[in-house]
């Protein structure tokens, strides 16, 4: 017996020191629909009973749902429970997997201050919509439109879109044409949009979703898509 209690008292130690040790707060979910919200990856901790989370984060690329997200716990104390709890747990009839991961990976992305550096960041090539969040700020807010004429500029999608609110009261900078991969052809374009609010993230969404752009001029040829980046 006291064998099996040194080894228990070992085992406790060690285990305490994991947790003295572990500095990482970052769990990346896997297996989510391509459909989920932060709202539903939220509801699946509370259903696992994951508690003192600081944030959650879909992963994207390409602004395109990768079926993976990012949860941030308040304090890496609470990161051995949260993914004990949340690997295996279900959503939508599927089951997940958790894995910690390092936070440096994790908070690598970009982060768009303003109208300029969003469009300096652009050029760099930074606004390329990869990881959480797409690598930008203001989740909820920020439209990815497809489809539109490939010659088409920002100028010309501003004044497209001059009956929803911006979030830079209309500033042009407020829109980014975005690159298509390295090698790839494409006869549309792409473009990011920060709007004022949510809720006018959504209007846009589903004012211009599958719908044409310019049909009595073009018919069907442009087919516009849009969907609102978390």
């Known amino acids: 017996m006291s064998q099996l209690a040194s080894a228990a008292s070992k085992a406790a130690r060690a285990a305490a020191r994991a947790l003295q040790t572990e500095t990482r707060r970052t769990i990346e979910i896997r297996g989510l629909p391509k459909t989920a919200l932060p709202s539903d990856v939220r ?42 709890n949340l690997h295996g747990a279900v959503i939508a009839g599927h089951p997940v997997s958790a894995a910690p991961v390092s936070d440096t990976g994790r908070d690598a992305v970009s982060r768009m201050r303003g109208a300029r550096g969003r469009e300096e960041a652009a050029q760099r090539g930074v606004i390329n919509g990869n990881g959480p969040n797409g690598g930008v700020t203001g989740g909820g807010k920020n ?19 001059q009956s929803f609110k911006l979030a830079g009261s209309a500033d042009d900078k407020d829109i980014v044409k975005l690159d298509v991969p390295l090698g790839a052809l494409s006869l549309t374009s792409k473009f990011f949009v920060r709007l004022e609010t949510e809720a006018e993230a959504y209007r846009l969404v589903r004012k211009l979703h599958e719908t044409y752009y310019e049909p009595d001029v073009f018919d069907k040829r442009y087919r516009v898509r849009a969907q609102v980046i978390h």
């Open 43 to 84: 509801r699946l901790c509370v259903g696992a009973r994951v508690e003192n989370i600081a944030s959650v984060a879909i992963d994207y690329d390409r602004f395109i749902p990768s079926g993976s997200a990012w949860v941030t716990v308040t304090n890496p104390i609470h990161l051995r429970k949260a993914v004990q």
């Open 143 to 161: 439209v990815v439109i497809y489809g539109l004429p490939g010659k088409m500029t920002e100028e010309a999608t501003g004044y497209f879109l």
